[in-house]
């Protein structure tokens, strides 16, 4: 069992910047590919950003340059900085938990997730 616990969403400004961290128990951290999904109204679960336990990362092409993940193993917390938020980037945003290295940004890669953060960015 692994639990995720997402936090930092909010609502902010076009332009602005937000960090979402994710706390992960259970499973030893250090061997999890960990993940960041959105889901938008009315639309489909999409990947944003991966990283796998041997550090590989995946950055879907609309947040390339703008977002970044970084993970720190001694405190079992996956980050998700975003910066130059546009209102597109509005959405509930999932942290999950893989225990494979390939194929990151398929969601069925992923046996846990969190219970998603709103982030709303406002024009």
């Known amino acids: 069992q692994v639990q995720l616990v997402e936090s930092g969403g909010g609502v902010v400004q076009a332009v602005g910047a937000l960090r979402l961290s994710c706390a992960a128990s259970?499973?030893?951290?250090?061997?999890?590919?960990m993940g960041w999904f959105r889901q938008a109204p009315g639309n489909e679960r999409e990947p944003v950003t991966a990283?796998?336990?041997?550090?590989?990362?995946y950055y879907a092409d609309s947040v390339k340059g703008r977002f970044t993940i970084s993970r720190d193993n001694t405190k079992n917390t996956v980050y998700l900085k975003m910066n130059s938020l546009k209102p597109e980037d509005t959405a509930v945003y999932y942290c999950?938990?893989?225990?494979?290295?390939?194929?990151?940004?398929?969601?069925?890669?992923?046996?846990?997730w969190g219970q998603g953060t709103q982030v709303t960015v406002s024009s």
């Open positions: 259970g499973r030893t951290f250090s061997r999890n590919t």
């Open positions: 990283i796998s336990w041997v550090d590989n990362t």
């Open positions: 999950a938990a893989s225990p494979y290295t390939g194929y990151i940004y398929l969601p069925e890669r992923y046996d846990y």
